[in-house]
């Protein structure tokens, strides 16, 4: 790696060192960028799924994930229906995995939310990944604390992973809970 570095700086330098030519003859020149060095290690695993991603997704696709926590926070599920797709892929923090419609998975959500007396979510991360596989994924992690209308507190840390799809919309949605030490 550091022999490529220094050829392509003493290429560099060799070129900056030549007289310019004239107007007449100019020539466009393109240096390709240099490949990355392939490993060599050896992965225990095969990844099933892939393991290419890039960060390549719009910003508005990460509003639209994080506008469904805030939606969830204030009890606004008129505006996180229209973030959800028309059926949702929800995959809860027990396991239970489903595809739900838009209005059944409201109806649950509603029901879960209207036991408490407030939500506070504190963001503490997200990462924005686009697989190879062009699927729009944005992984979340949280703290959120529960007061339920009996009184009772609970402070719990997640993270979950959220599939954009190609309407901009949250099409498969995945948690995973671990309660706070108390």
Request: aromatic share 10%; proline share 4%; net charge neutral.
């Amino acid at each position: 790696m550091k022999r490529t570095f220094l050829s392509i700086g003493v290429i560099l330098i060799a070129i900056a060192c030549q007289t310019p030519p004239k107007e007449a003859e100019t020539t466009e020149t393109t240096v390709a960028p240099a490949e990355p060095a392939k490993s060599t290690v050896t992965m225990p695993y095969t990844p099933t799924y892939s393991s290419n991603f890039s960060t390549d997704i719009s910003d508005e696709h990460l509003k639209v994930v994080l506008d469904s926590y805030k939606y969830w926070e204030t009890g606004d599920f008129k505006s996180l229906a229209g973030v959800m797709g028309d059926s949702i892929y929800f995959e809860n923090s027990t396991g239970v995995a489903k595809m739900y419609s838009n209005a059944d998975l409201m109806k649950m959500w509603q029901t879960s939310r209207d036991s408490l007396s407030s939500v506070k979510i504190s963001m503490t991360a997200w990462h924005k990944m686009k697989s190879d596989k062009g699927h729009e994924i944005i992984a979340t992690w949280y703290s959120e604390v529960d007061t339920y209308k009996t009184g009772k507190i609970d402070s719990t840390n997640w993270h979950d992973l959220n599939i954009v799809d190609s309407t901009g919309r949250i099409s498969w949605y995945s948690q995973m809970k671990k309660p706070k030490r108390q």
